[in-house]
């Protein structure tokens, strides 16, 4: 799998977009990205995930650079509910792999009032 | 639906006790997994199965077996529990098509003094 690099920790307004960067340059044809996010002493949470297209759902946006090589994560307008540890992921989909994501230590996003 | 339930939610154990953490999904999910989530760490894969009958070792599955004779459950078992095994567990399904959108239960903090 590739190696993911995601910044420690990020501040930002509530209300305001949040925006995580990630950066995988290794990343191969066939890897997607996976974000999810773990709020304080819970299960992580699936957000997003894309292969090459930008991609939108009901939490966030995902943006793929066209190389691939990094993306970013937009909560577009943040709440303090969006306080969490957010982890960027990359994996080949396959049928064997849907158990063995591997997290790292993710970004810690801070929503401040 | 319930998602994906681990018991119990807090447990203490002596060096060498024997336990079992109970997991459960309702959502007929082929893949179900363990991770452990050690303090201001990501999470890291023990043991995870592809379907009933089926199961291999994550990334640090010493000190720990596994079974899965049914689809719904996927307990983790604690042979001889030692200090280095305080951590807190967590376990997760996915249906496997494809993509790994993983459901996370709530957790189990587990202290071996």
């Known amino acids: 799998d590739a190696k993911t690099t995601q910044p420690t920790s990020m501040d930002c307004a509530e209300g305001r977009a949040a925006n995580l960067p990630c950066n995988h340059s290794t990343i191969s044809g066939n890897e997607y990205v996976y974000w999810y996010r773990q709020i304080h002493s819970q299960g992580p949470q699936y957000i997003i995930h894309g292969l090459k297209n930008n991609e939108t759902n009901e939490m966030a946006s995902l943006i793929i650079t066209e190389d691939r090589k990094s993306s970013t994560l937009i909560l577009p307008h943040a709440t303090l509910r969006d306080t969490a540890v957010y982890y960027c992921i990359v994996r080949v989909a396959g049928e064997t792999s849907g158990s063995r994501l591997t997290f790292g230590e993710g970004t810690q996003l801070t929503v401040n009032p | 639906n319930a998602g994906v339930t681990q018991t119990p939610k807090f447990q203490v154990l002596k060096t060498g006790q024997s336990m079992t953490l109970q997991c459960a999904q309702d959502m007929n999910h082929e893949y179900m997994s363990w991770y452990r989530q050690d303090p201001g760490m990501g999470l890291r894969l023990i043991h995870y199965?592809?379907?009933?009958?089926?199961?291999d070792q994550g990334e640090v599955p010493n000190g720990y077996n596994v079974s899965r004779s049914t689809t719904e459950d996927f307990p983790l078992r604690l042979l001889s529990a030692a200090p280095s095994q305080t951590s807190v567990y967590f376990c997760?399904?996915?249906?496997?098509?494809?993509?790994?959108?993983?459901?996370f239960g709530s957790g189990t903090q587990l202290s071996v003094l």
């Open positions: 997760a399904s996915s249906s496997g098509q494809g993509y790994e959108k993983l459901f």
């Open positions: 199965s592809v379907g009933a009958g089926i199961t």
